[in-house]
């Protein structure tokens, strides 16, 4: 156990539709970070959120948002869902930006 | 732009022998890390090991050993002694500058077998 918490687990969901998926990272970590695992494109970095700030930006599409928020824990907002979307998102978190990433268990994405 | 590459696809080992898997990478920054994660089946992703690019000595984790070899720009994962429990797919992946993002290599499959 990680010690970094998701959740869904899973989530299944209708095209045009809207998700939230939420992280909370270990106790003491101050960045988020959140990927997208697919079978196509592999594991992208989306967004890296460090103490409420937004850092970095990777290949996050204009139809996804994210946030942290005071207490630490982060949501990503998936809209407008199209099939390509499903996908499993991993949220991660590290004490320091230049320290080992520690990952959820992922929530799995499935739009139908 | 970083690159990390992981030219098997898919490995078989034995039980109880050592087995390495490659991984080679491209950045042009100084300050860089490189790190391994384990995918099982059920599909969280486990950190294994680390290795920063001022480290001299190569990282070591239990049975995990990383072999750094900076000129070649190669990371590769040494599994010593592997256990049914191994099986997974393993991803290289790499820190750059700033920190704020890993990126990762298409993974290898890896199979323990009896």
């Known amino acids: 156990d990680s010690g970094v918490t998701q959740t869904p687990k899973h989530l299944i969901t209708a095209t045009g539709q809207r998700v939230t998926l939420r992280c909370s990272p270990r106790?003491?970590?101050?960045?988020v970070y959140w990927y997208q695992q697919s079978l196509d494109q592999g594991l992208q970095f989306l967004i890296h959120y460090y103490n409420g700030e937004e850092r970095a930006k990777g290949n996050i599409l204009e139809r996804f948002s994210a946030q942290q928020f005071p207490d630490l824990h982060s949501e990503l907002n998936l809209s407008s869902l199209e099939l390509g979307d499903s996908a499993l998102y991993f949220c991660a978190s590290s004490v320091d930006p230049r320290n080992e990433q520690f990952f959820g268990p992922g929530t799995r994405l499935t739009v139908l | 732009a970083q690159k990390i590459t992981q030219t098997q696809p898919g490995m078989f080992v034995q039980e109880k022998e050592a087995v390495t898997l490659d991984c080679t990478y491209d950045t042009s920054d100084q300050s860089y890390g490189l790190f391994w994660y384990k995918q099982p089946s059920s599909g969280e992703m486990i950190f294994l090991i680390y290795q920063g690019s001022y480290d001299e000595q190569n990282a070591t984790e239990g049975r995990y050993s990383l072999n750094f070899q900076k000129a070649r720009k190669s990371a590769n994962l040494v599994i010593s002694a592997s256990q049914l429990g191994d099986s997974a797919m393993y991803f290289c992946?790499?820190?750059?500058?700033?920190?704020?993002?890993?990126?990762f290599g298409t993974g290898t499959q890896l199979k323990v077998e009896l």
């Open positions: 106790s003491g970590d101050l960045s």
């Open positions: 992946a790499m820190r750059t500058g700033g920190g704020n993002k890993l990126t």
